[in-house]
């Protein structure tokens, strides 16, 4: 027999969690789901043959553990000790069941005894006894059980699941094998009841004993390691280590790799507190060769509630590449291929301009006036060129690295499709809808806005290019403009149907341009108020765009003047030409 506080919980497969915590069902993090029913067959007979006790003294009560009573109760009150008796012909209705009148309610076995409780109204027969009907006997019961499971406080669980942990890890092939360094918090092996004492010193020397199934119930297999998209077997654990929080041996990989297999063990009088130890783990697979493509799924998402998982992947050329993955990122290429980069940041491009809804109205604001593959190509070429340029730009680090500048540019962008919206809506009042003239060059300005938003959402996808960075930006571009291609060739031929059959072309411009401008107009005073709480600065404003956007600004005029004069001299010299040839 357990009791509700053993310390003995089994290891508790991870797959499990996902079932709760609480009375002890299969797979919780609860100590109630380890425990007995009761101490024996026998003693849950007894307790249905025998009468049931009197309510308790009041100073036996008070003197009995909280938990205690309320477990006792609950399963008195569920196998009641009211034994039922034939029914006699002395009774006053037909369907009824005599119980044994013991001068007691079957539900003042509660906690705190049958003082202040109600007996259920029943009629009492002539000859002393309680008559309770069939029909409302049960469903009294079931109401008092439910009644005593919502009142009675959840029982402690063994330990709470962490709110935020990091795992940190190496992963490098070396010949036929592949090494794992990983390090994580040792509160995140759940359902790992380790030996303590004092105010929770984690007790070193038992605890040693527990850390092999830990580790490989928890990471070794739940980890996946793929080898040219093949899985790896489950690892071995070629050692383990107990580490304190402040040690730094895991900011590299030679230095983690001499902790963990012939560093200092910690001492086992170490007092620390079991919650910030760490745990250092070394994982071998066994592989076909160092030159394989390798890829991973780290699977220690249910670790925490919110986990980040560093992992640093060593090539057999002792290139680094550095991840940092939140929760569940599915199987992740380590080292990728050129095509596999590309074809990953196309989907990655595509998939973003389909989920911007500002790039979206944006397009839409563009769309509506020019309906006409003549008038569209210019202005989405320049839109296209200028947010590739701000685009690469911030890539390779020329932006501003300010914590202003994210809302600063997302609230530029909302202006900009406000601005757009109010262009159609006078254009259209004014009888000049597909008139407006130089539009390809408010497109390209705004562009460069739109391109600084892109690179907001690339930064944290880089990291999956590899040493083919170039080869991922464009590969990005190419993804967004066949979004944008997609958007357009859909819009198009929609709008024509609007406006051909629903409603008329200037009407339907302006209605739709006041509602994009009516949204914007939000998503604009919203961001500002994100942006006004950060002490802005003419200087630092200044000081922020002379490192970053003017240069580029200044080359991007320049290269645009001299295409500008170069196409004006080209047209001057074409009927010149044309009459010398006359």
């Known amino acids: 027999m357990r009791s509700w506080e053993s310390t003995s919980t089994p290891i508790v497969a991870p797959i499990s969690q996902w079932f709760g915590r609480l009375y002890g069902q299969v797979g919780s993090t609860s100590n ?13 007979s007894a307790a249905a043959s025998s009468p049931p006790p009197a309510a308790p003294p009041p100073q036996a009560t008070a003197t009995a553990p909280a938990s205690a009573t309320r477990t006792n109760a ?54 002393g006894d309680m008559n309770l009907p069939t029909r409302h006997g049960p469903w009294i019961v079931a109401a008092a059980a439910v009644a005593f499971m919502l009142a009675a406080p959840a029982i402690p669980v063994a330990h709470d699941i962490p709110t935020d942990v990091t795992v940190r890890a190496f992963v490098k092939p070396e010949g036929d094998r592949l090494r794992m360094l990983i390090r994580v918090p040792l509160e995140a092996m759940l359902d790992v009841n380790f030996p303590l004492y004092g105010p929770g010193y984690l007790d070193i020397e038992p605890a040693r004993e527990l850390l092999p199934d830990a580790a490989m119930l928890w990471l070794g297999q739940e980890i996946e390691i793929y080898e040219d998209g093949n899985r790896l077997a489950e690892p071995t654990i070629e050692a383990i280590r107990l580490s304190i929080p402040s040690d730094r041996s895991f900011d590299e990989y030679d230095s983690a790799l001499e902790h963990v297999t012939s560093g200092p063990r910690l ?23 160092d030159q394989s493509s390798f890829a991973i799924r780290p699977g220690v998402e249910r670790l925490g509630l919110r986990v980040i998982s560093v992992i640093r992947f060593i090539t057999p050329t002792g290139a680094e590449r550095a991840f940092e993955l939140r929760g569940d990122p599915g199987v992740v290429t380590l080292d990728p291929r050129w095509h596999q980069a590309a074809w990953r940041f196309v989907v990655s491009g595509f998939d973003h301009i389909l989920d911007g809804t500002d790039h979206l109205l944006f397009l839409l604001c563009l769309v509506v006036p020019f309906r006409r593959l003549r008038a569209l ?37 909302a202006l900009s499709i406000l601005y757009m919206a109010f262009e159609n809506i006078v254009a259209a009042d004014a009888g000049q809808v597909g008139r407006i003239r130089r539009r390809w060059v408010v497109a390209f300005g705004f562009g460069l806005i739109h391109g600084f938003g892109f690179s907001f959402a690339l930064r944290e996808t880089l ?53 994009v401008a009516h949204t914007s107009w939000h998503w604009m005073a919203d961001r500002y108020e994100t942006l006004s709480q950060y002490p802005l600065t003419w200087g630092a404003v200044l000081s922020a765009l002379l490192v970053g956007i003017i240069p580029w600004l200044i080359a991007i005029m320049l ?15 074409r009927p010149a030409g044309e009459a010398a040839a006359e």
């Open 559 to 573: 290269a645009a003047t001299i295409a500008w004069y170069g196409l004006r001299f080209a047209r001057r010299q």
């Open 377 to 413: 190509v210019p202005i989405v070429t320049g839109f296209t060129v200028a947010h590739s340029v701000t685009l690469i730009a911030s890539a390779y680090d020329m932006a501003p690295d300010t914590l202003w500048f994210p809302p600063a540019v997302e609230t530029l962008i």
């Open 463 to 515: 990291q999956f290019a590899g040493s083919h960075l170039l080869t991922s930006l464009l590969s990005f571009n190419i993804g967004v403009e066949l979004g944008q291609l997609l958007v357009i060739a859909l819009a198009v031929p929609i709008l024509e149907l609007l406006f051909r059959f629903v409603i008329s072309e200037r009407m339907g411009t302006i209605l739709i341009s006041v509602l």
């Open 74 to 127: 609950y399963f008195r009150l569920i196998v009641s000790s009211q034994k039922p008796v034939p029914a006699d012909t002395t009774s006053r209705k037909a369907g009824t069941l005599r119980y044994a009148r013991t001068g007691n309610s079957i539900l003042a076995n509660r906690p705190g005894g049958a003082r202040g409780s109600r007996t259920p109204r029943t009629k009492q027969s002539h000859d």
């Open 267 to 289: 001492p086992p009088t170490t007092q620390i507190i079991w919650r910030q130890a760490m745990l250092d783990v070394l994982l071998d697979y066994d592989t076909v060769s």
């Open 32 to 44: 109630i789901g380890a425990c007995a029913a009761l101490g024996s067959a026998g003693g849950m």
